[in-house]
């Protein structure tokens, strides 16, 4: 019941943000790149076994993100949903996506598990169905889901099979194939570089990507609940580290992109 739930209300924000997803397209050359450090403010996110809270993680890795763009891609303009610890509201971070006309969304976070000895990467892109089981509780976690019932129980099937091909007919879409495009350059990128456990590119309903018109994915840069990547995750050098990959996958999607404008 509870992936119902969370299934259907990422449908109803769908439903609300289709029309703009169907006529976007990709240009050729990205102008301007939005980047979200995940939580802020009230919401910590996740807390490492030394108190690192995963805001400050997203936030320090964000920054030097747009640095590390500005630097291969002068002429991109890089736009932070957050640049200090304020609060946001998970359909504020596309709707600023959505409003300064983003080639490319990317949200930064960092992942947590009850088993301490969990690490390793993964990348996400949106989807109405989870990969797998984990890819479902950490949507869930991410998307601070109580679960929601509407007054009429919301069972209808004739409303949920409407919403279904809603979903249906926005991952036809160009933007939502090149989301999984972005997803597996940064990622591949990502894994080179750090060289920590490849937990591969997954798909989940998370709230954050739902909104976005344009490409978009969520980068889960290691687990704050393992302590010693809690550690890692701290230092400049590995969150450099971490930048200029995700940067590389960037680079490396805009050739692919543009490849495939030219040969059109
Ligand atoms: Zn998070």
Redesign the pocket.
């Known amino acids: 019941m509870r992936h119902l739930l969370i299934g259907l209300s990422v449908l109803l924000f769908v439903a609300a943000t289709v029309a703009d997803a169907t006529d976007s397209t990709q240009a050729s050359t990205l102008k301007v790149i939005v980047i979200d450090p995940?939580?802020g403010g009230e919401d910590t996110?996740?807390i490492g076994p030394n108190g690192t809270t995963?805001k400050s993680i997203?936030l320090q890795i964000a920054l030097r993100l747009k640095d590390a763009i500005e630097d291969r891609l002068p002429y991109v303009n890089v736009v932070l949903t957050r640049t200090d610890d304020t609060y946001i509201s998970l359909k504020e971070r596309t709707a600023i996506a959505n409003r300064v006309r983003a080639d490319l969304f990317l949200s930064i976070?960092?992942?947590a598990a009850y088993r301490r000895g969990a690490s390793g990467v993964e990348t996400f892109f949106l989807s109405l169905e989870a990969s797998d089981n984990d890819a479902r509780m950490l949507a869930a976690?991410?998307n601070n889901m109580v679960p929601i019932e509407s007054e009429d129980g919301m069972d209808s099937k004739k409303e949920v099979d409407e919403l279904t091909s809603i979903l249906w007919d926005l991952t036809q879409t160009e933007t939502h194939h090149e989301s999984q495009l972005l997803a597996e350059f940064v990622h591949t990128s990502l894994v080179e570089a750090v060289k920590e456990e490849n937990r591969g590119v997954k798909q989940a309903p998370f709230i954050v990507l739902a909104g976005a018109t344009m490409p978009a994915v969520l980068v889960?840069v290691g687990f704050i609940s393992n302590p010693e990547e809690e550690i890692r995750l701290s230092r400049k050098d590995y969150q450099e580290r971490i930048a200029h990959a995700i940067a590389g996958g960037i680079l490396n999607f805009e050739k692919e992109i543009s490849r495939i404008a030219y040969e059109e």
Do not use: K, Q, R, S
């Open positions: 995940g939580h996110g996740a995963e997203t976070h960092a992942n976690i991410e889960e």
